[in-house]
T-cell receptor
Framework: DTEVTQTPKHLVMGMTNKKSLKCEQHMGHRAMYWYKQKAKKPPELMFVYSYEKLSINESVPSRFSPECPNSSLLNLHLHALQPEDSALYLC??????????????FGSGTQLSVL | DQQVKQNSPSLSVQEGRISILNCDYTNSMFDYFLWYKKYPAEGPTFLISISSIKDKNEDGRFTVFLNKSAKHLSLHIVPSQPGDSAVYFCAASGQMKTSYDKVIFGPGTSLSVIP
């Protein structure tokens, strides 16, 4: 199984809503990532979990709250988002060996629209 | 400041011909380079990679060339097929100040292969 599964595929939410994005992998990877991608732009790193511990937070606003319940699951909790947060949110995983040969496996993403 | 650059936003190639996608980087700390392919509404998929100790890596129709002195790499696709039409992201990683690698993506090149 080389899949990273993300749910939901699409999400529309108001600025006062609370929602969560979910990500799951069963490749035994120990690093999991959240990226944000706007149209015609490269993926931008938001968070990295390494061995279930948050190792990178790229100065993301607190309205985004990541959670890693175990080595296979990654959540992104959303609260009081702004319309400019509308984007494709990508989850990825990698082995976590940090030797340079760190191939990322991406999910299909959640297309988020904030109204 | 962009550390990974792809100066051609788009490229059109006739089916059967060679596609050459270029990438430049500025950070000499990068020691591993990857190419990802992305179809609309899907996450990026790993295509091919190269370590900084090599100058060429080949996988079927895909070859990546690295010129470290020029901080330049290129992806060659021969022969190009209509199914290769996608956005191609160049990415770089390396041992930064922390114990983990951060993968930095370029802005992408949209390749269209015309039948």
């Amino acid at each position: 199984d080389t899949e990273v599964t993300q749910t939901p595929k699409h999400l529309v939410m108001g600025m006062t809503n609370k929602k969560s994005l979910k990500c799951e992998q069963h490749m035994g990877h120990r690093a999991m990532y959240w990226y944000k991608q706007k149209a015609k732009k490269p993926p931008e790193l938001m968070f990295v979990y390494s061995y279930e511990k948050l190792s990178i937070n790229e100065s993301v606003p607190s309205r985004f709250s990541p959670e890693c319940p175990n080595s296979s699951l990654l959540n992104l909790h959303l609260h009081a988002l702004q319309p400019e947060d509308s984007a494709l949110y990508l989850c990825a995983s990698s082995q976590g060996r940090w030797g340079g040969d760190e191939k990322l496996f991406f999910g299909s993403g959640t297309q988020l629209s904030v109204l | 400041d962009q550390q990974v650059k792809q100066n051609s936003p788009s490229l059109s190639v006739q089916e059967g011909r060679i596609s050459i996608l270029n990438c430049d980087y500025t950070n000499s700390m990068f020691d591993y380079f990857l190419w990802y392919k992305k179809y609309p509404a899907e996450g990026p998929t790993f295509l091919i990679s190269i370590s900084s100790i090599k100058d060429k890596n080949e996988d079927g129709r895909f070859t990546v060339f690295l010129n470290k002195s020029a901080k330049h790499l290129s992806l060659h696709i021969v022969p190009s097929q209509p199914g290769d039409s996608a956005v191609y992201f160049c990415a770089a990683s390396g041992q930064m100040k922390t114990s983990y690698d951060k993968v930095i993506f370029g802005p992408g090149t949209s390749l269209s292969v015309i039948p």
